[in-house]
């Protein structure tokens, strides 16, 4: 089955704690984005990329971190700098950017609680 | 930066009902896209529109985007009880953007 796959599902940490969330697709799909979705709030962008070795940041990168050393994998690190991360994390994928962006794919979530 | 505002937030109606959501953008988009989210789960495609004044259907969903490309709705025809789960637009400007996504609205159907 063709997918976006992330995982931990749920996931807890203290704070002062980083905390990696996987994410691969198996869609052969360029482009791979990081939202970030809280209570009422729309998905609000944290990190793309479109390419290997390549990424930039959204409109909330701040306290987050990424790397895209494989197309199928992008994983993101929530640091301890990110002063409220507790949220529901979502994956996407889709072919690119360009003039008329295809739809987007997204995994499952995380949801990340900072006790 | 672009901004992209939905109404309303939240509405509940009774099955069979009819259902609108608004989208409002600040800047004129290139295309806008409609995902459903259900409770406890993902945002799942539903549409994209492209062109001024478009309107697309799928069975009892109706599409629409602005004459001059700020604004669209989605319509529900009859809602049904698996109508239910939060509705989100979200549009780029022309120029290979990332998309906006509004606050969506959440939508109840009682039986």
């Known amino acids: 089955d063709g997918g976006i796959t992330q995982s931990p599902k749920y996931l807890f940490r203290k704070e002062g704690q980083n905390v990696t969330l996987s994410c691969e697709q198996n869609?052969?799909?360029?482009?791979m984005y990081w939202y970030r979705q809280d209570p009422g709030q729309g998905l609000r962008l944290i990190y793309y990329?479109?390419?290997?070795?390549?990424?930039q940041k959204g409109d909330i990168a701040e306290g987050y971190s990424v790397s895209r050393e494989k197309k199928e994998s992008f994983p993101l690190t929530v640091t301890s700098a990110q002063k409220n991360p507790t949220a529901f994390y979502l994956c996407?994928?889709?072919?690119?950017?360009?003039?008329?962006?295809?739809?987007?794919?997204f995994g499952e979530g995380s949801r990340l609680t900072v006790l | 930066g672009q901004q992209v505002m939905q109404i309303p937030q939240y509405q509940h109606v009774q099955e069979g009902e009819d259902f609108t959501t608004y989208c409002n953008s600040s800047t004129t988009l290139s295309n806008i896209q409609w995902y459903k989210q259900r409770p406890g789960g993902h945002p799942v495609f539903l549409i994209q529109l492209v062109k001024s004044g478009e309107v697309k259907k799928q069975k009892r969903l109706t599409f629409q985007f602005g004459e001059a490309k700020k604004n669209s709705s989605l319509h529900i025809t009859a809602t049904q009880t698996t109508d239910v789960g939060t509705y989100f637009c979200a549009g780029s400007n022309s120029g290979y953007s990332t998309l906006t996504f509004g606050k969506g609205t959440m939508l109840l159907v009682s039986p």
């Open positions: 990329s479109q390419i290997v070795n390549d990424f």
């Open positions: 996407a994928s889709n072919n690119g950017l360009a003039q008329t962006p295809g739809e987007l794919f």
């Open positions: 869609l052969n799909h360029d482009a």
